[in-house]
């Protein structure tokens, strides 16, 4: 397979993921979280279902660790992932110096949430790499406080060059707490950016 959905099957094989992260918080090791497949009904709160997760976060907040999501043109979708994420408090890393490290991880070019690196929440990260000969896309979900957020990173995503595959709309296929946009990026990665009534705030909000 082209792209590692989380980066744990090299950290079981290393033992922590890259640290020498230019101009951007250091890639920790994680404990290895299940690949999700395209388009899953979405893990209702306290059901355990899908096999996501075996005991409820009660902290909330995470919803992502991090994604490699391989890439045909680094720095537009560098741009494009920036502008996207940008309404939900996302920013850019910097870059991952592969000739620094094991010979199979690839320069990787990263983006994160407000918590990453902070010290005082778990935060989420991607990283986008070259796409190889063979490689395929990714689906990935990005947490929204509410549909404002939602709204604001689907429009700013089309803005940005991507593909419309679904305008912000309750998902009633989901349930009626689900609010959702769906966009399709230059390289056939799917994006959802999602509301879940039910879900407390993942970061603090300015009053």
């Given at each position: 397979?082209?792209?590692?959905v989380?980066?744990s099957l090299?950290a079981d094989?290393?033992?922590s993921h890259?640290?020498?992260?230019?101009?951007?918080?250091?890639e920790?090791g994680?404990?290895?979280?299940?690949k999700?497949?395209?388009?899953?009904?979405?893990?209702?709160?306290g059901n355990?279902q899908?096999?996501t997760?075996?005991?409820?976060?009660c902290?909330g907040?995470i919803?992502?660790?991090?994604?490699y999501i391989?890439?045909s043109?680094?720095?537009r979708?560098?741009?494009?992932?920036?502008?996207?994420l940008?309404?939900?408090?996302?920013?850019?890393?910097?870059s991952?110096?592969?000739?620094?490290?094991?010979?199979?991880v690839p320069?990787?070019?990263g983006?994160a949430d407000?918590?990453?690196?902070?010290g005082?929440?778990?935060?989420?990260?991607i990283?986008?790499?070259?796409?190889q000969p063979?490689?395929?896309?990714l689906?990935?979900?990005?947490?929204a406080?509410?549909?404002?957020?939602?709204?604001a990173a689907y429009?700013?995503?089309i803005?940005?060059?991507?593909?419309?595959?679904?305008?912000?709309?309750i998902?009633t296929?989901?349930?009626?707490?689900?609010?959702a946009?769906?966009?399709d990026?230059?390289?056939?990665?799917h994006l959802?950016?999602v509301?879940k009534?039910?879900?407390p705030?993942s970061?603090?909000?300015p009053?």
């Amino acid at each position: 397979m082209g792209l590692s959905v989380t980066m744990s099957l090299q950290a079981d094989l290393r033992g922590s993921h890259p640290t020498n992260v230019v101009n951007g918080a250091p890639e920790f090791g994680s404990r290895e979280r299940p690949k999700h497949p395209d388009r899953l009904p979405p893990v209702q709160a306290g059901n355990g279902q899908h096999g996501t997760r075996t005991q409820p976060n009660c902290q909330g907040g995470i919803v992502l660790d991090h994604i490699y999501i391989s890439v045909s043109d680094v720095p537009r979708s560098v741009a494009f992932y920036a502008a996207a994420l940008q309404p939900l408090g996302w920013r850019e890393l910097g870059s991952y110096d592969s000739s620094t490290g094991p010979a199979d991880v690839p320069d990787l070019y990263g983006l994160a949430d407000e918590a990453y690196g902070s010290g005082v929440a778990v935060g989420s990260s991607i990283w986008l790499r070259r796409r190889q000969p063979g490689e395929t896309g990714l689906y990935v979900g990005f947490v929204a406080d509410n549909e404002a957020e939602v709204n604001a990173a689907y429009a700013a995503a089309i803005e940005a060059g991507g593909t419309s595959e679904g305008e912000p709309a309750i998902r009633t296929y989901f349930g009626p707490n689900y609010y959702a946009a769906n966009i399709d990026d230059f390289d056939d990665n799917h994006l959802e950016i999602v509301h879940k009534t039910f879900n407390p705030p993942s970061r603090p909000h300015p009053q």
